[in-house]
């Protein structure tokens, strides 16, 4: 998720008291946890981090059903407090692996497990080359030909212009709450790191739509995992954005935009929808929630939309 730094947006930092933790269906409490793992990738001398679940000795019959996704994390934070906060049904890497899925979350390197490099600002070219050696480690592991990929917020660029070059090894692309020429204005950064704080955490959650404890969750488990992040991805949107060209996605690509979701405009995105060249293409629009809502109220219909792209003939 990336703070208002990035996008320079207005932020929604929590407000309002939420409702009480809504309890997680039967099935879910009731399911055996998890275990992950970590595993590393390597390019041009750099530890590529990745977080991977699945169900126990579920990994070759993942691979066998083309199961296997890679999670790519937004411009602030790193791939395990994105997409595996352990509070009660909030996981989407937990959920993608009940439903018999090989999940993966990367650290671009930079963040959170990955190496730090001074070579470069960890901009969304080099994150890029960071995703195509994981897409090549894991493929490589399961021996499989293709993943599908998901990209939040800044990751959309970064699947995006991974997808752009290397179609094949795509076999469905989520861009959740992306930006594409939208333009943004400030000062451009000359420190290649910013420190991070609680209410950055916790800016993109839109009032009203939270739980007060998954906020505080996500808080503390991304600060502990980030108490840093790269600037190139700020560099990147205040003086190269557009970067993805819709008409050289040709894979079975998702936009998924919440209604609140300041990163973009419906227009900006349903622009950006009508220009992609994917025969397969769906466009989703989710009420209510922001542009954390994988993390607010509404995740569950946003993890049902996720997997049921997924799962699409």
Known sequence: MPTTAWLLALSFAPQQPAAAPTPPPASTAAAPAIAGESHFATRDGLRIHLWQKCLPGGEAAAARAGRIAILVHGATWSGRPDFDLQIRDYSLMDRLARAGYDAWAIDIHGYGLSDKTDRDWSDTASAAKDLEAAVEHVCALRKVEQVKLLGWSWGTQITGLYAMAHTKRVARLVLYGPVWNGKRRGPVPTEQY????????????????????????????????????????????????????????????????????????????LEFFARLKAADKAYVSLPDGGHAIILEKGHRRFQDVVLAFFERA
């Open 194 to 269: 910013r420190t991070n704080t609680a209410a950055g955490a916790a800016s993109d959650f839109v009032p009203g739509q939270f739980e007060e404890d998954v906020v505080a969750a996500y808080v503390a488990a991304a600060l502990a995992a980030d108490p840093k992040s790269p600037n190139g991805t700020i560099v990147d949107v205040l003086t190269k954005l557009p970067m993805l060209d819709p008409e050289r996605i040709t894979c079975p690509t998702m936009v998924l935009r919440p209604e609140h979701d300041f990163a973009s405009t419906p227009q900006e995105m």
